[in-house]
């Protein structure tokens, strides 16, 4: 079996428009000292192409812009059992400080450079609608169970709102594809309970009101509207959809857009208040055990499952 320790690996930081990002970056570095960075790179798979060159080593670890890692992490050692476990890209949990979801959401990665210069996505994409807004569905992307940094989206109003439109978009696909409304109402159960977090949990957060309502708005957006569900990955186009929104007020637009999402959706729609999310936040997470750093949640949801 061969392994790597995390340590003999490039680690790259990816920012591009996070009001803290320099802050971050001193943080990593001190946690980090060989740590390198990418800065600006419009596009996510332009980003990842940038990062992929910026690496010495094949394999190489990403940090998001809003991220800050566990140290514990670079005391990992990562085991390749087969050669697909050799060419695999790994993406483990995040804790979302806004609303506590612990998924691949904002988290930890490791590619190899190989896999990033050959893949085509989001503004690259090759036209399939899996490649149009994620990395996630290709084969060689494996989901991680363990949690192994916090992710804080909400560093301004519009970033905050930003990151909860986009997952409020994203969980509404199916493969990357726009589903019916049956087939929302069907669709894994997961998905749908990441999202109701999203579209309530977060009150207690420094502009939590604000990922809430981004929350709610590109799930309204994506499945009661005609709206291009594809811009989700434009951030230009984001923004300019930010500007028709941001002198409102976020719990009054949460209001607005609740009762159809309720009604036509059968989604939810109770958000918690500062207390109450706090709390939930707090049972959440406390009963979270990581497994060991190569462990699939795959081979979790197996395990509990009785596959």
């Known amino acids: 079996m061969n392994s790597i320790d995390i340590a003999d690996l490039d680690c790259i930081y990816l920012s591009y428009d996070e ?40 394999r190489f670890i990403l940090v998001d812009g809003d991220n800050i890692p566990d140290p514990a992490f670079f005391n990992q ?3 390749f059992p087969t050669t697909e476990h050799e060419r695999a890209v790994f993406r483990w949990r995040a804790r979302n400080h806004v609303n506590g979801l612990m998924y691949g ?3 930890l990665s ?3 450079r190989e896999h990033v210069i050959n893949m085509r996505t989001h503004e690259n994409t090759d036209g399939r609608d899996e490649t149009v807004v994620e990395f996630c569905f290709d084969t060689l992307y494996w989901p991680m169970h363990d949690c ?31 589903p019916t409304l049956d087939e929302f109402k069907k669709q894994i159960l997961r998905n749908l309970d990441h999202l109701t977090i999203w579209h309530n949990v977060g009150a207690d957060a420094e502009h939590g009101e604000w990922c809430i309502a981004g929350a709610r708005q590109g799930t309204y957006m ?34 607005q857009l609740g009762p159809e999402l309720g009604t036509q959706l059968d989604l939810p729609m109770a958000i918690l208040e500062s207390e109450q999310s706090s709390f ?9 055990h990581n497994r060991g750093v190569m462990t699939r949640e795959i081979d979790v949801i197996r395990q509990q499952e009785g596959w």
């Open 77 to 79: 050692t990562l085991d």
């Open 19 to 58: 009001p803290e990002k320099e802050q971050y970056w001193i943080r990593i570095k001190n946690m980090v000292p060989w740590a390198k960075r990418v800065d600006g790179v419009l596009g996510s798979d332009a980003a990842h192409k940038a990062a992929a060159r910026t690496s010495n080593t094949e």
């Open 280 to 288: 939930f936040k707090y049972h959440y997470r406390s009963n979270w």
């Open 105 to 107: 959401n904002g988290g």
């Open 148 to 178: 192994y940094s916090t992710t804080y989206p909400n560093q301004s109003p519009f970033h905050a709102w930003r990151a909860g439109f986009r997952e409020g978009v994203k969980m509404c696909l199916q493969r990357g594809r726009r």
């Open 222 to 255: 994506t499945m009661l509207t005609a709206w291009d569900y594809t811009l989700v990955q434009d951030f230009s186009a984001l923004a300019e959809l930010w500007s028709t929104v941001k002198d409102s007020q976020p719990r009054l637009l949460s209001n």
């Open 110 to 112: 490791s590619w190899t």
